[in-house]
């Protein structure tokens, strides 16, 4: 396979510690020989606290099998969206490059070409907010596919306080800054690249595999279907706080990649603030985030409502966008779309508690009126969990974790999937609607300098939110190397 060889050289070439997320040691960059940034600065031709450039890169792939498991019923009168009972195997494998430029004083530019080759189980369907690996895409394919992930504009302006020295990263200089500054960014990123961070459940190249631990299930934020956007985030840092605000841009159609450039028509907004802290001198932080989105995009109880009115608007007969129901005698969202608004806030928590230990809790309540649009099919979301690091067996690169998440949905959506209704990621043509959780549990061994191997297990109860149909168990294998 392609994507092995791409790998072999990776690791052949390149060799690399990275920042473990979520500990408290010092930066591995700043010490480790194989750092190929660090390399250069040992020659003196590169300084990495004042950078004028860097390069960055990263390989990952996933395989992951499910077992066969029990279902009343799948894919009932002719709505396709059930996730399929028999045993599956998917993969994914992505490549990224993360390039920054220095501009001038306070200005960076960041370009991340990136490459995805994947197979989904079900072809990406039955699973509403625990979808087994994060790097999933809708519209993905085992062909690989080059995309532009990333490409913006950074300004910092400097207000004083403390001066505060910035590590070299991906999609960050090295650089050094004043703890009051504003940030501003405009162009192509993800939302989940500046909100929601979390040290101990975020970066899922090197955590949890599950989707749920990635950012708040139910964060229906605006973007393509590979999960990027355009627009611009403003932070303003203020020694231990943070307030942050986006608008950015939804696609054109519900979970689709063209995005609508109309930018003032229909937006993406999120606003969020962040405090941090010491908690009997150990490091940990609150962040509330509150998310409005404005799309063209159907309510349940209209797409249900028209349905009623006449039995002719149903999930076959739409000449418009929709997701290929046979279900004739289902409601279907084609026939409410129309400009609305969507909203949800949520909380996010972490705090390290012993040494190289740390936990996590996120929790969002969005509104559930409409259609899911860019993200997941979960209204309501709730994840915790603990994530170690292996200093205290003697392997400090080693990662252990544990999680816990669930996502519910609310009446009236689960009122439309009963009646045969489908979204961009559920229906099973009916539902005895019941919280739909996982738990997540993985290891990751650091083998090289550059090389990470995970074995991760998921047990997802209710795929779909449907109690009817399950338990799933899928088992995980991810290879990681960075350079």
């Known amino acids: ?32 020989e194989f750092d190929i940034m660090n390399m250069l600065a040992k020659k003196g031709w ?31 009168n002719g709505s396709p969206n059930s996730l399929l009972p028999g045993s599956e195997r998917s993969f994914t494998g992505t490549a990224t490059l993360y390039l920054g430029l220095k501009t001038w004083q306070g200005g960076e530019i960041y370009f991340a070409p990136e490459m995805i080759s994947m197979r989904p189980l079900s072809n990406l369907k039955g699973l509403g907010g625990v ?102 985030v403003a932070e303003y840092f203020h020694d231990d706080w943070t307030v942050r605000f986006a608008h950015v841009i939804p696609s054109k159609d519900p979970n689709q990649l063209p995005l609508d450039m109309r930018a003032f028509k229909f937006y993406g907004h999120q606003v969020e603030v962040e405090r941090r802290h010491r908690w009997h001198g150990r490091p940990g ?9 404005h799309e063209n995009m159907g309510k349940f109880s209209d797409a249900i409502a028209a349905f009623r009115s006449d039995p002719n608007k149903n999930a076959t007969t739409c000449t418009g966008f929709n997701y290929e129901s046979g279900n004739a005698g289902a409601p279907d969202l084609c026939w409410a779309r129309k400009p609305n608004d969507k909203m949800g806030i949520g909380i996010n928590l972490e705090q390290e508690v012993l040494d190289d230990v740390g936990v996590f809790l996120r929790g969002m309540y969005s509104d559930g009126k409409t259609e899911v649009y860019s993200y997941t099919s979960t209204d309501r979301s709730i994840a915790f969990g603990a994530l170690a690091n292996g ?88 290879v990681h190397a960075e350079f």
């Open 131 to 232: 979808i087994q690996n994060f790097e999933l895409q809708k519209g993905g394919s085992e062909t690989p596919i080059y995309y532009q992930s990333r490409l913006f504009f950074k300004q910092t302006f400097g207000f004083g306080g403390e001066r505060i020295q910035l590590a070299s990263d991906p999609m960050q200089l090295g650089t050094t800054v004043d703890s009051r500054r504003l940030v501003l960014r405009f162009g192509n990123f993800s939302v989940i690249d500046f909100f929601d961070k979390n040290s101990y459940s975020g970066d899922l190249r090197r955590q949890f595999l599950n989707m749920a631990f990635m950012t708040y299930a139910a964060f229906d934020f605006a973007a393509d279907a590979r999960g990027y956007t355009w627009g611009g």
């Open 285 to 293: 932080a609150v962040r509330v985030l509150a998310y409005r989105n």
């Open 46 to 76: 590169h300084d990495l606290k004042d950078e004028r450039w860097n390069a960055y890169g990263q390989f990952t792939y996933i395989s992951s099998w499910k077992g066969a498991f029990p279902a009343l019923y799948t894919n009932l």
């Open 1 to 32: 396979m392609p994507l092995f060889k791409i790998f072999l050289v990776c690791c052949l070439l390149f060799s690399v510690v990275p920042v473990q997320a979520g500990v408290t040691e010092p930066d591995p960059r700043a010490e480790d």
């Open 391 to 478: 200093s205290r067996w003697k392997r400090s690169k080693d990662l252990l974790g544990a999680g816990f998440a669930a996502g519910w949905i609310s009446s009236q959506h689960a009122k439309y999937l009963n009646m045969g209704g489908i979204d961009g990621f559920i229906g099973d043509g009916r539902i005895k609607a019941r919280a739909e959780h996982v738990v997540d549990i993985f290891y990751s061994v650091n083998v090289l300098h550059s090389l990470w191997v995970t074995a991760d297990y998921q047990h997802i109860s209710n795929p779909g939110f449907n109690a009817d149909r399950g338990p799933v168990n899928v088992y995980g294998l991810r």
